[in-house]
């Protein structure tokens, strides 16, 4: 199995960035299509982005489209994602995820493994 370990989080201002990293270990990580979900207080984790075991397809939420960037380097087992123009709506705790199958990209229940998340604050 493969253990996942976000970075990155923190606080800033709304129209700033900032740059979450996952880190992965245990497996290669081009055994798995990757992704980021996101869960606000009080509501269910929703999906944000995903990549292809290569890094060649990605896959965005209409809210995020435009803003973020979904990146992977298998070299260094690594996931990462570039958050530009940030609102206070994308205040959450960020989780990178690993889905060991080809089920849909954009549902938690596809996801096999998940790391323990991080803080994104988004103050106006």
């Known amino acids: 199995q493969v253990q996942l370990v976000e970075s990155g989080g923190g606080m800033v201002q709304a129209g700033g960035s900032l740059k979450l990293s996952c880190a992965a270990s245990?497996?290669?990580?081009?055994?798995?299509?990757m992704g980021w979900f996101r869960q606000a207080p009080g509501k269910e984790r929703d999906f944000v982005a995903a990549t292809s075991r290569s890094g060649i397809s990605t896959y965005y939420a209409d809210s995020v489209k435009g803003r973020f960037i979904i990146s992977r380097d298998n070299a260094k087992n690594m996931l990462y994602l570039q958050m530009n123009n940030l609102k206070p709506e994308d205040t959450a705790v960020y989780y990178c995820?690993?889905?060991?199958?080809?089920?849909?990209?954009?549902?938690?229940?596809?996801?096999?493994?998940w790391g323990q998340g991080t803080q994104v604050t988004v103050s106006s």
């Open positions: 995820a690993a889905n060991r199958g080809y089920s849909s990209y954009n549902i938690p229940q596809s996801y096999d493994y």
């Open positions: 245990g497996r290669t990580l081009t055994d798995y299509r």
